[in-house]
């Protein structure tokens, strides 16, 4: 019965191997002109201020909630849906298609322009798209405002589009094979190329090149499609889709949810921030596709509350988040001139074998920052689980990850808005002239970068009023993780200090990046 | 029973906010440094470009300076100013003079713009 799946598969496995040839043909790109930054380092004085504000607002936050009985299980909530005005807009079928179709042909558009552009970075519009708009800037927009891949996710609408198409040519079973999703795979294969997809940000040099990144697209919907082929499409939604992994994550700090009431919609389902079966279903936007209109509620809610409930805590998750924090971090530090000279040394020490030697190391310190890093959490959670007791080791060291969460957005925000806003300014020209053959469609083909829009005094302050923000959220976080998870209102506090520091130590780890020159 | 759990919370985080601005406002007062009273000004540099780069490696400047670098190079090149968008041939054994009015700040490197090597960089930090 799963024929067609399996030729489904087969064909995208087939897309695959065509386009590896091709990538061998991969050429170093010019990053001259693209991505370059012109931050002036956030002066000492300013980081040891922003380095004592997180210690002392620690201990606010400290003082302030201490003795308080159990974390809330509800927060308070506005179901917009009440009004008319997102019922007819936000949550109507016309305008969730619309947005839907936008996506697809926006997809469309950057695998045809990286493919047949101008192949200068600046000059073709796929770079400035993936790397630039939807990277940085709708990453701060799904952590910001809400989930909005779960809608537009183009690989999950091209595959819907094809299953209804399918299925009306009177094929029954359509795309899907029932296969079950392996159990002990949990989010390891989403994990995967989450890393791999790091990996050619921060390492493969020709991450700028419009051909390269048309072909890392067609490779990764390849994947995707044999995964929801062989899989089920929601399975490997929730457990093998990289990106709809990592924003479901970043979505939990978002002041917007999107909920089931009664949890009958949502059984096996491990992917929404539930923390028991009975309870209602958030987040889980297949869930919420299947409910009928009466249950679901689309709800304004007090931001970061999405990171307290750590249901579905696997160990794939934990390590995805953990890697998540650490890759933020590994982004920041190639470009110091601390890294760039240890890196300098061991390559003279232990050979530097060329353009091969570069991709080997930075390959290494995607693999040891995030292990580095992962040692210091357990290490640190050890502690709190012996000063505080509760759960087990594992499942403190679940329940803790996603505190973290705000610290990484924050260092993102701080570290990103100013590539956001200087080399989103080139979407003006790109819009008018996508492949760079020189057209010019709404007359904005000559406009160029105004890189004089922010002072540096005033991004140097936001930078470490972010920084702070992010800390202040994350340890109130912690605290609240600490009393649900302690025996005692005592114990948490004591439970809880071991993961304050490790705070203290991670946002001042962020402060001293961006205090550091960026040598590219 | 929600409610009062709330109503005490908005209570908690609104003393959080303010013993947040006050400690983060002293601290600031403490940390600052004085500033500078340097007018803006003329910011005369004498820039010597090698096989193993500029010499010196930073022109630091602050915002709002007339900067004119005198440059000698021992090769013909084009340096390029990032930032600045400024481009001057150089030709070795003579001093080219390139004057800019510093009003962006940020950290912008010079380059040879055919190689694309970093030669040094120009610092405008804000006054």
Known sequence: MPALARRAAAASVAV????????ADARPSLAHGFGQRYDLPVPLWLYLYGAAGAVLLSFVVFGLFVGERGAAHGYPRLNLLRFGFFRVTMASRAFVSGLRLASVALFVLVILTGLLGDQTPVLNLAPTIVWVIWWVGFSLFVALAGNLWAIVNPLKVVFEWADGLVRRLGVDEGLESDAPYPASWDVWPALALFFVFVWVELVFPGSA???????FILLYCSVTWAGMSLFGKEAWLRKGEAFSVFFSILA????????VKGGKACEEC???????????????????????????????????VGLLRSGGTSGGRLAFVVFMLASVTYDGLLATPLWVSGM?????????????????YGTLGLVAVPLLFFGLYAGFVKLCQVMGGGAGFWGLAGAFAYSLVPIALAYQAAHYYTLLILEGQ??????????GWGWDLFGTGGYEVNVNVVGAAFVWYSQVALIVAGHVVAVYLAHAVALREAPSPKLALRGQLPMVAL?????????????????? | MTATFWERKTF???????????????????????????????????????????NPEEVSVREGDRVTMSITSDRPFELHVHGYDLEQELEPGETTELSLEADLTGRFPMEDHDTEEELGVLVVEPR
Do not use: H, K
């Open chain 1, 344 to 360: 300098f040394y061991l390559q003279s020490a232990a050979g530097s074998f060329g353009a091969l030697g570069r991709l080997f």
């Open chain 1, 270 to 304: 491990d992917a929404c921030e539930s923390e028991s079966e009975d309870e209602d279903c958030v987040n889980c936007y297949g869930c919420f596709v299947r409910a009928t209109p009466g249950e679901r509620e689309l709800n304004l809610r007090p931001p970061a």
């Open chain 1, 426 to 435: 080139n979407l003006f020209a790109l819009a008018s002239d996508p492949f």
């Open chain 1, 209 to 215: 090149t419009p051909r390269n990144i048309a072909f």
């Open chain 2, 12 to 54: 908690r985080l609104a003393t959080l906010a303010v013993i947040s601005v006050l400690v983060l406002g002293g601290l600031f007062l403490i940390l600052r440094p004085d500033q500078p009273a340097a007018m803006p000004g003329e910011r005369p540099f004498e820039l010597e470009i090698r096989e193993d780069g500029m």
């Open chain 1, 252 to 259: 939990r700090f978002a002041p917007t949810e999107v909920r």
């Open chain 1, 16 to 23: 695959l191997l065509w386009s590896v040839p091709a990538l």
């Open chain 1, 503 to 520: 705070m203290v130590l991670y946002t001042v780890t962020s402060l001293w990046i961006l205090s550091q020159p960026v040598v590219e």
